[in-house]
Nanobody, 118 residues
Framework: VQLVESGGGSVQAGGSLRLSCAAS????????MAWFRQAPGKEREFVAT????????GYTDSVKGRFTISRDNTKNTVYLQMNSLKPEDTAVYYC????????????WGQGTQVTVSS
């Protein structure tokens, strides 16, 4: 199984980025998908999740109204559209996959760096 993130980069505050996570080696449509992030010196934190059916999404409070998670099961890809970026969004962003029958995340990507300058 591989989860490969892309789309990270450096932007100024107020800018936008779209992260992608391409999955392979698993039945993508049977997995809930999520994005996490880890800033320097901080614990990894949950950012957003989307259910296997694409019917339910959830976000941490700090990104509500600015970030949107989506998925395309025909492309085995999950996305994170990030708008109105703030310097505090600077982190390495990871995607993760959790089988619909399990409570823990089974697979993680290698991460993509997002840097937001003020």
């Amino acid at each position: 199984v591989q989860l490969v993130e892309s789309g990270g980069g450096s932007v100024q505050a107020g800018g936008s980025l779209r992260l992608s996570c391409a999955a392979s080696g698993l039945t993508f449509s049977a997995y809930h998908m999520a994005w996490f992030r880890q800033a320097p010196g901080k614990e990894r934190e949950f950012v957003a999740t989307i259910s296997w059916t694409d019917a339910n999404t959830g976000y941490t409070d700090s990104v509500k109204g600015r970030f949107t998670i989506s998925r395309d099961n025909t492309k085995n890809t999950v996305y994170l559209q990030m708008n109105s970026l703030k310097p505090e969004d600077t982190a390495v962003y990871y995607c993760a996959a959790r089988h619909l029958t399990r409570s823990n995340y089974d697979y993680w990507g290698q991460g993509t760096q997002v840097t937001v300058s003020s």
